[in-house]
């Protein structure tokens, strides 16, 4: 991973940690980042395909890191 990738990924994990103290579901969230790859486009179908994988694995790393957090905070 390269250096930008590395601090692009940290700030979507940040986005996303401050949208679950909000009181946004995890889905809500993996949704509104699904939508927005859709919106931004993609070169070839491949990369659509490789997005939706990324976006999948960043749920399932919210949903791992932040699920306790995630409760904690939408019950404040």
């Not at 700030?11 to 993996?30: H, N, T």
């Amino acid at each position: 991973m390269s250096q930008e990738e590395l601090e692009t990924a940290q700030a979507i994990k940040a986005s996303c940690f401050d949208l679950v103290k909000q009181g946004y579901s995890l889905d809500d969230i993996k949704g509104g980042l699904r939508n927005a790859m859709i919106d931004i486009g993609s070169d070839t179908d491949q990369r659509l395909v490789d997005a939706q994988e990324a976006l999948d694995e960043l749920g399932e790393y919210i949903a791992n890191t932040f699920g306790a957090q995630a409760d904690f905070y939408r019950d404040k």
